[in-house]
C-alpha cells in the first residue's frame, strides 16, 4: 500500500477531467431541460482544455465544472444588436451662469 500523501492525484493528461467533468454535467441535466446531443461533450472539453496549461491543476476539475456550468445557464444572446444610445455635449468657452447644450439621439 502506497503511503498517504497530503496532495491530490492529478493525471497527467486532460482526458480523465473532460470525462469526469462531462459525467458531472450528464447527472446536472437529468430531469432538466433537455440538451442537444454532443453539447455537454464540447462545452466540458472547451472548459477543461481553456484551464489545463495552467501551472497548479489542482483545482482544474472543480473551476472546469463551474466554467461548464456557467456557459450551459448563460441565457442565449439576442440576434439583434442592442440598442445603444450617444449623448454628445457641446460645450462653448463659457462663464459662470452660461448655458450648456445638450443634444442626444439614437445611433
Excluded: C, N, Y
Excluded at 486532460?14 to 432538466?32: F, K, M, S, Y
Amino acid at each position: 500500500m502506497e503511503p498517504a500523501t497530503p496532495f491530490a492525484q492529478v493525471p497527467t493528461t486532460p482526458e480523465p477531467i473532460i470525462a469526469q467533468v462531462r459525467r458531472q454535467l450528464d447527472d446536472d441535466a437529468r430531469g432538466g431541460a433537455p440538451v442537444p446531443p454532443g453539447v455537454l461533450d464540447r462545452v466540458a472539453d472547451d472548459a477543461v482544455r481553456q484551464l489545463w496549461p495552467s501551472r497548479v491543476k489542482t483545482f482544474v476539475p472543480v473551476l472546469a465544472l463551474r466554467t461548464a456550468r456557467e456557459r450551459l445557464h448563460k441565457p442565449a444572446v439576442a440576434s439583434s444588436p442592442p440598442e445603444v444610445t450617444f449623448t454628445a455635449v457641446s460645450v462653448a468657452e463659457s462663464g459662470p451662469g452660461d448655458r450648456v447644450e445638450e443634444t442626444s439621439g439614437p445611433s
